[in-house]
């Protein structure tokens, strides 16, 4: 933490699951932030293992490969050979994905240019038409069914590798409760609808009010939306990812 930068003084509660959040921790140390750390998700091995070995046996079956988030990649490759990865044909919801693909050793990633979404994923002219095509998507349990639907309805055969799942955090909500209630914390950062979800179910009644009126960022109009079902006042849609997030604190909070 430092007395300097853009966001100085600036409390602001990290909301991602532990094994995720250190990279934007110390951003937000870096631009002058108080980051105080709350996962309100949980990631967690799928409970359908075998199911998952089945599919995975399977895999150079299927001419693409579709991952729909970074947490995808990390579970659906676990259990691969790097052949096996070098070989595949993967799709990317965003950039951070195709980043974690290319890291895992993916050597053709298709990714939208601008975009962390189905919506832009499936605009792709390679997913204009895909008749006779067999497609894996690699995802958690359960989740949109929105891709899927619409590959099908293009003349595609769609199967799951369904490889985590996530859960509410076993969490004492009592020092964040406690940090609220002093005004340390500013704004609040948020992925996923899931994470509001657990976040006010995991604080007390009297804590969770103060919570709804801090500013909420959030990555996606879609979160943006079940923010506002959920009476948080003052929603703030940014930019895709973590960066866009961090771009979103500074131009509220920003100062030199």
């Known amino acids: 933490m430092t007395d300097i930068g853009p966001l100085a003084g600036i409390g602001v509660l990290v909301t991602r699951p532990v094994e995720q959040a250190a990279r934007m921790m110390a951003q937000l140390q870096a631009l002058g932030a108080q980051p105080y750390l709350f ?7 799928t409970a359908q293992r075998e199911a998952l070995d089945a599919v995975l046996r399977q895999v150079d079956r299927y001419d693409m490969h579709l991952f729909v988030s970074p947490t995808a990649v990390q579970f659906g490759l676990a259990a691969l050979s790097f052949d096996a ?20 050793g993916c050597t053709h990633v298709l990714a939208p240019e601008s975009g962390a979404d189905s919506e832009h994923l499936l605009a792709l002219p390679a997913f204009a038409a895909l008749a006779g095509q067999r ?23 769609v199967d799951y590798a369904e490889c985590y799942r996530r859960a509410c955090p076993q969490a004492d909500p009592a020092p964040l409760q406690q940090a609220l209630a002093q005004q340390r914390i500013q704004a609040i950062t948020a992925f996923s609808s899931e994470t509001l979800d657990n976040l006010l ?13 801090l500013p909420l960022f959030v990555p996606h109009p879609r979160i943006a939306q079940h923010a506002a079902e959920l009476n948080f006042s003052q929603v703030i849609t940014t930019a895709p990812g973590e960066d866009g997030v961090l771009a979103g604190l500074v131009e509220y909070f920003g100062h030199d």
């Not at 996962?39 to 091995?45: C, D, H, K, N, Y």
């Not at 990865?85 to 895992?104: F, Y």
């Not at 069914?145 to 055969?157: Q, W």
Request: hydrophobic letters at 55%.
């Open 39 to 45: 996962p309100a998700l949980a990631i967690l091995p």
């Open 135 to 157: 497609v894996l998507i690699f995802r958690g349990e359960g989740g949109r069914e929105l891709i899927a639907d619409t590959l099908r309805a293009r003349g595609a055969t």
């Open 201 to 213: 179910a995991l604080l007390a009644a009297d804590a969770s009010g103060p919570a709804r009126a």
């Open 85 to 104: 990865v070098a070989h595949l044909c993967a799709a990317a919801i965003g950039k951070g994905t195709a980043a974690a693909l290319r890291v895992a």
